[in-house]
């Protein structure tokens, strides 16, 4: 429970319950030369009771997967993810029909350019979301690196 929470101000970034996450993943080459991948993450999230409501959240599942095309130093690729709450939210301070659980897709492109000199791999992704229940529903944009060490 990390990040400031209010009942009276749902915008703020804590959420104020713990998660245990389990996520495994992988990458499937397509051909010898490793130019084409596949890969995946599923995550698994069980959720502590909330500390300042008598509320636990359901359980969620998300799956990500994209598929992408080495083309020397640039990757192109597209990419996207479902997300899906499995079980109901439960205690004594819901007021909302708990039988309606939320989920979310979304797909878009990603280019990544790896750097040799620095060692840095560069990534854009943007992906639009779709089928939204019981959330929000936008577009996601991340740019991220990684440093070989």
Known sequence: PTGQHSLRRPALPGKDFWTLLVSPGGTLYLDDEKTWAVSALLRYEVHSKKRDENIRPGQDFSFDA????????????????????????????????????????????????????????????????????DRTEGIITNFSFTKIF
């Open 66 to 133: 994209a598929i992408s095309k080495s083309m020397g130093l640039w990757d192109l690729g597209i990419s996207g993810y479902g997300h899906w709450q499995l079980t109901s939210d439960r205690g004594r301070d819901i007021y909302y029909d708990t039988s309606v659980h939320d989920r979310v897709f979304a797909i878009g492109p990603e280019v990544s350019i790896y750097v040799p000199f620095l060692k840095l791999k560069f990534q854009f992704r943007t992906q639009a979301e779709f089928g939204a229940v």
